[in-house]
């Protein structure tokens, strides 16, 4: 670093010659800008406002700017600009919402100009045109851009975005009236100076904020921009479309992009926030950056290339109040200590791995793989270009494909199709979701639906009981609570009902009356008690046709309502006689139930034939207690969702977190869903679902979700009448006062969906529209047209 550089540039005879070096500032450093002959650069902040002279070896403090003991907030700048074609003029975006423009040949230590302060927010940038003495553009967090015209006192046009706030603002350099803006809502607009009333051209360029654009110095049309979305574009503005050419994906947000001088492909990025780098990238090869400074401590604010015809000075400014002047030649270049390595899956599966040629061909003992090897190798080898400094490396591809079964992923496009997610209640939301995974051959998830309903459904909900039929447990109904009296004529009437129902109903029918019967002689006393509830199971394992079956058996039961209520003759049930011999474990109640001994009721009980026989037991408590409330499953739950999303199921479990909703949200942290939320979009995005996606989004409860559909979105809305356009504020016309969408069927306005004809412009609400074609095709309003509806 402390080799002397000395370097003949476009300028002439003149040189430009220094070191890598830096100076210690006052304070941290907002942005920085260079003189026209490259030899002074000024330092602007909150708290920092100088001027400093670039020599050989150091930086030389040449003017304070800050003077008078109370400085005010005119001082506090967020960007300053040197003009190009006036070497004593200088333009400072403040904090407070003022322009000032500042003139160094000022005689007294003062050297404020003129102050503008038509903002009524933080103006992010202020710009000069490149050829213009007098024209200066700013740009403020109001939305609003201004042009000055510095021979006056105020400005001479204002440009409204009709958007959020302007970030950056950036004359044409080859357009003489055009100039660019970027938004946080990720807008860009094309402005042309003497046409304040509308903008030439607006497109999305990123996926939230833009943070900065600079326009190409060599090529007219090429527009590079800088957003939160890590990414840096580059636009093609010669087109009836903005085109984009080229992307670059950093690791962090874009804050500055300045084009390299003399080199076509080049240009310079800095971060805003965790990476304080400064990366050089050839736009040809974006996936790694060409040189690195690595010199700043804090994130770098300020970046300018010392001169429009030097590429090897860069100078920087930061922070950690530190100002760099940056040699191109002492650059890191990460190439040198990146991974000749890589590795991509494709979308079927497919597995993609590249390496240099010397450690594939060297490796000739590999064994091959089960059922033999798949492995392909194509080399590719890259003609020299002696006008690039990269290394030229060859590199072999081997490629390893999956198998043809498991490229196929018709069951996840069916999936995401058939899913129901909302609209119905949670029971039938996961019978549906069981029902088509079942269909897809997808038994596991099928019958991880089922365990959800089970787990998270109610069983009281079916019907509310009757005020007799409440145990002391708590709200939910005790089978041991009812009593064979009062079951009687329930049972009968629903017996009578099923008759013409399947015999598994009513197996299941005479099953519940039996045990009920036998449950209560036995626990009648043991009723209050608060113990713990006991399900015994047979040796069959209940499948899904079996619980679907108990759940009706259950609410057959629990939804017993008596037609005409009578108080007892007695205020509690008489006790049984207590039996000397108590009764005989459940496996050897059959043999009981053949003894003499046995009362009628017991053996009618116990005397199951084999048609008869059920995986259920016995049953001492209801199946359900109210000791296991829904929270109790949710890590059960959170466990299952890791578990599938591990396996790379994230569909199953973004389906499963919507339709839980508030019964899992809260137990898996927010970054978690969003990783859920974006894979699986991201996947519903390649098999084009874009209504599932959309739906998915929608649903969604995660903020860094459903801003998706939100952001890049601009609505305008005409009047139908004058054709002008409409505020926001309801709808009638401010102009001509008449509701702008009424519908041309029954004459109310449109509040909703909106359906009109191409031909005529009249239209209405889709339905009514709808049902007038069936029957006449000329238009509703009288108009003569023959609309049509597709």
């Not at 003139?103 to 503008?116: A, I, M, T, V």
């Not at 360029?205 to 833009?210: D, L, N, R, W």
Request: glycine share 6%; aromatic share 10%; proline share 5%.
């Amino acid at each position: 670093m402390e080799k002397m550089s000395r370097v003949t540039t476009a300028l002439g005879s003149s040189t430009i010659s220094g070191r890598t070096m830096f100076c210690h500032l006052d304070a941290p450093a907002n942005a920085i800008s260079v003189c026209r002959d490259a030899t002074q650069v000024v330092v602007a902040g909150r708290n920092i406002f100088k001027i400093y002279g670039l020599e050989e070896e150091q930086f030389v403090e040449k003017l304070n700017l800050r003077v008078g003991r109370k400085p005010s907030l005119n001082f506090s700048c967020a960007d300053v600009m040197w003009h190009q074609m006036e070497e004593n003029l200088l333009a400072t975006a403040a904090t407070n919402g003022a322009v000032v423009t500042w003139n160094l040949g000022k005689p007294s230590r003062n050297k404020q100009d003129q102050l503008f302060t038509e903002h009524k927010r933080t103006v992010n940038k202020v710009c000069f045109h490149p050829t213009e003495v007098y024209m200066l553009l700013s740009g403020s967090q109001d939305g609003y851009m201004k042009c000055f015209d510095l021979r006056k006192k105020e400005s001479v046009s204002t440009f409204s975005g009709q958007s959020e706030s302007v970030r950056d603002v950036q004359f044409s350099m080859k357009d003489y009236f055009t100039f660019a803006a970027s938004f946080e809502n990720g807008n860009v607009q094309l402005w042309d100076i003497r046409r304040p009333d509308r903008y030439e051209r607006m497109f999305t360029a990123h996926t939230g904020p833009v943070f900065c654009c600079d326009w190409h110095p060599d090529d007219r049309g090429w527009l590079a921009t800088g957003g939160r979305d890590k990414m840096v574009k580059v636009w093609d503005m010669t087109t009836n479309r903005a085109k984009e050419i080229y992307c670059v994906q950093t690791i962090a947000s874009v804050a500055r992009v300045k084009w390299r001088p003399e080199r076509k492909w080049h240009l310079a990025t800095c971060s805003m926030m965790v990476d304080h780098n400064i990366y050089v990238w050839d736009i040809r090869r974006p996936f790694i950056p060409f040189a690195t400074f690595e010199e700043h401590k804090d994130v770098t604010t300020g970046i300018v290339w010392r001169h429009q015809h030097d590429p090897y000075f860069l100078l920087s400014g930061s922070k950690d109040s530190t100002l760099y002047q940056h040699m191109f030649k002492d650059a890191s270049r990460p190439v040198d200590r990146a991974n000749p390595e890589g590795l991509c899956f494709g979308l079927f599966g497919d597995l993609a791995f590249a390496a240099k040629e010397s450690l594939i061909s060297g490796d000739a003992n590999r064994k091959p793989y089960p059922g033999g090897d798949r492995r392909y190798p194509i080399f590719f080898f890259k003609k020299p270009d002696l006008t690039e400094q990269f290394a030229h490396v060859s590199s072999a591809l081997s490629v390893f494909e999956s198998s043809l079964e498991s490229k196929r992923m018709d069951w996840f496009v069916k999936t995401a199709r058939l899913y129901l997610l909302s609209g119905k209640p949670f029971a039938e939301l996961c019978d549906h979701n069981a029902k088509v995974a079942k269909e897809l051959n997808r038994p596991q998830v099928s019958t991880t639906w089922t365990m959800l309903r089970i787990m998270f459904s109610d069983p009281a909900n079916l019907s509310t009981p009757g005020p007799n039929h409440i145990g002391k447990l708590g709200t939910l109904p005790l089978m041991n609570s009812f009593s064979m009296k009062e079951m009687g004529m329930g049972t009968e009437s629903r017996l009578d009902r099923s008759k013409g129902e399947s015999r598994q109903d009513n197996i299941h029918l005479e099953l519940g009356n039996s045990l009920i019967n036998s449950n209560n002689d036995e626990n009648e006393e043991t009723e209050g008690s608060e113990g713990q509830a006991e399900y015994m199971f047979g040796d069959a394992e209940l499948d899904d046709d079996d619980l679907y079956s108990m759940d009706m058996f259950f609410s057959l039961v629990f939804s017993a309502e008596e037609q005409e209520y009578t108080l007892p003759q007695e205020a509690f049930p008489l006790r049984h006689e207590i039996m000397d011999n108590p009764l005989a474990p459940e496996h050897l109640q059959q043999d009981k139930a053949d003894s003499p001994q046995a009362s009628g009721n017991e053996a009618e009980v116990m005397c199951l034939t084999p048609i008869e026989s059920f995986s259920l037991i016995s049953i001492s408590q209801p199946l359900f207690s109210p000791h296991l409330p829904a929270p109790f499953f949710c890590p059960v739950v959170r466990e299952m969702l890791s578990h599938y999303a591990e396996q790379g199921d994230v569909q199953m479990a973004v389906s499963v977190l919507i339709v839980l909703g508030d019964r899992i949200r809260k137990e898996i942290d927010d970054l978690t869903q969003e990783h859920w939320y974006m894979s699986y979009i991201d996947l519903l995005q390649r098999f084009e679902l874009w209504n599932v996606s959309n739906e998915v989004i929608k649903l969604s409860t995660c903020s860094a979700i459903t801003c998706l559909n939100q952001t890049s979105t601009t609505l305008h809305v005409n009047c139908s009448n004058c054709k002008r356009p409409m505020s926001n504020r309801g709808w009638i016309c401010d102009r001509c006062h008449q509701c702008a969408s009424v519908c041309a069927v029954c004459h109310h306005v449109v509040k909703g969906l909106f359906v009109w004809c191409q031909g005529c412009s009249h239209g209405g609400h889709l339905e009514h529209v709808k049902n007038w074609l069936k029957s006449s095709s000329h238009c509703p309003a009288g108009c003569g047209h023959l609309c049509e509806y597709t």
